[in-house]
């Protein structure tokens, strides 16, 4: 199935149309800027300067979001957020939409934060991995 891709702008849109945005970033990115009412669900963590994959990423986004539930992804530039929606798609999700460009943007493409859409930082307390583990 392939995946449908979509600009920072039309991600905002989808999110005002019932689609959660799923920030599949390290909670250290999450903190330091992220797009608004957004939540984050790891697909990796940061160890250092490596990255290993999260193995809790599809069983605490299942024990989140009822099945049927919408999502754009995103990340900061369009890979983990990719990989995040081929696993969802593989696994059943048909609602699944990846946002292109990620939170920082790509050569070719602003991401969310220089698209000027709506930022927050700093903690979210009810939607940050600590939080959305708790829900497993």
Not at 15 to 35: I, L, N
Not at 62 to 74: E, H, M
Request: aromatic share 8%.
């Amino acid at each position: 199935m392939a995946i449908k891709r979509v600009s920072p702008q039309e991600a905002a849109e989808l999110q005002s149309q019932s689609y959660t945005y799923v920030d599949v970033r390290s909670p250290v990115e999450f903190e330091a800027g992220r797009p608004k009412s957004s939540v984050n669900i790891p697909i990796f963590h940061r160890n250092g300067m490596q990255m290993t994959p999260n193995p809790e990423f599809l069983g605490v986004l299942k024990a989140a979001f009822p099945a049927g539930s919408k999502f754009v992804l995103g990340c900061q530039g369009g890979n983990r957020s990719m990989r995040a929606a081929e696993m969802l798609a593989a696994d059943g999700y048909a609602e699944v939409i990846e946002q292109r460009a990620g939170f920082g943007g790509t050569q070719s493409e602003p991401g969310w934060a220089n698209a000027g859409l709506p930022v927050e930082n700093g903690p979210a307390p009810a939607r940050d991995w600590e939080a959305m583990k708790k829900k497993l």
